[in-house]
């Protein structure tokens, strides 16, 4: 009985943990700090291609440059998790 009432508990305990909430991360990178154009990117665009160390076009408002990790290329996005490429404001002067 002792062993039937211990299995039952490691089984509820497994259920327990196997039903926890995902949480969902991001990372920020800040070492890219330019443009290489004057522009707004498109939503789902291109805004920084693998290994450049420019950002192709400026994302809109309210969205994120972000990729599924440092060596991807990233696309604009509502959502701010994976890893975020985070864009300096527009710096178009001498």
Do not use: H
Not at 5 to 34: F, H, I, P, W
Not at 54 to 63: E, T, V
Request: with cysteine.
């Amino acid at each position: 009985m002792k062993s039937l009432l211990a299995t039952l508990m490691m089984c509820t305990l497994m259920l327990e943990s196997s039903n926890s909430r995902v949480v969902k991360r991001s990372y920020s990178d800040q070492s890219v700090r330019g443009y290489l154009t004057e522009r707004t990117c498109w939503w789902n665009e291109v805004c920084k291609e693998e290994f450049q160390q420019m950002f192709r076009c400026k994302c809109p408002q309210w969205s994120y440059c972000r990729s599924p990790g440092r060596y991807y290329n990233a696309y604009c996005s509502m959502t701010n998790t994976g890893y975020i490429w985070t864009q300096p404001t527009w710096d178009w002067g001498p």
